[in-house]
């Protein structure tokens, strides 16, 4: 395996840390509604939140991290990796966020993470 591979897993990790950090600070801020100047209040209040500021700062490093995979990958090798991200959210969400994980979502996951070792082995 490359050396550079830990540019894909530092992807993984940080675009999941960032949605991750996105939804405590969402959770902060509160639920959107189909009212338009609620929906501006939210979003302001959204985007002076510091853990939905520092999800996005994190989703930026995650991008840039991706390109240098990519400079090193091919895209087709690259990206699918990124599905990983899903376990760590689910992971996360489960058990530190008291999100409800049912069979049915497991399963899934299962399934993109037996996609993605398919995918390391080709």
Same mark, same amino acid.
């Given at each position: 395996?490359?050396?550079? %591979? @830990?540019? #894909?897993? @530092?992807?993984?990790?940080?675009?999941?840390?960032?949605?991750?950090?996105?939804?405590?600070?969402?959770?902060? !801020? $509160? /639920? *959107? /509604?189909?009212?338009?100047?609620? +929906?501006?209040?939210?979003?302001?209040?959204? +985007?002076?939140?510091?853990? +939905?500021?520092? $999800?996005? @700062?994190?989703?930026?490093?995650?991008?840039?991290?991706?390109?240098?995979?990519?400079?090193? %990958?091919?895209?087709? %090798?690259?990206?699918?990796?990124?599905?990983? *991200?899903?376990?760590?959210?689910?992971?996360? $969400?489960?058990?530190?966020?008291? /999100?409800?994980?049912?069979?049915?979502?497991?399963?899934? #996951? $299962?399934?993109?993470? *037996?996609?993605? !070792? @398919?995918? *390391?082995?080709?």
């Amino acid at each position: 395996m490359s050396k550079y %591979f @830990i540019f #894909i897993l @530092i992807t993984v990790v940080l675009n999941a840390s960032s949605q991750l950090l996105m939804k405590a600070g969402m959770n902060r !801020v $509160g /639920e *959107a /509604e189909m009212n338009g100047s609620q +929906i501006v209040s939210l979003i302001l209040s959204a +985007i002076l939140n510091p853990l +939905i500021i520092l $999800g996005l @700062i994190t989703m930026t490093v995650s991008m840039v991290t991706h390109l240098l995979s990519l400079s090193r %990958f091919d895209v087709s %090798f690259a990206f699918p990796f990124i599905s990983l *991200a899903y376990v760590i959210v689910l992971a996360w $969400g489960h058990f530190f966020l008291g /999100e409800q994980v049912n069979m049915l979502r497991v399963a899934g #996951i $299962g399934l993109i993470v *037996a996609g993605t !070792v @398919i995918l *390391a082995a080709s």
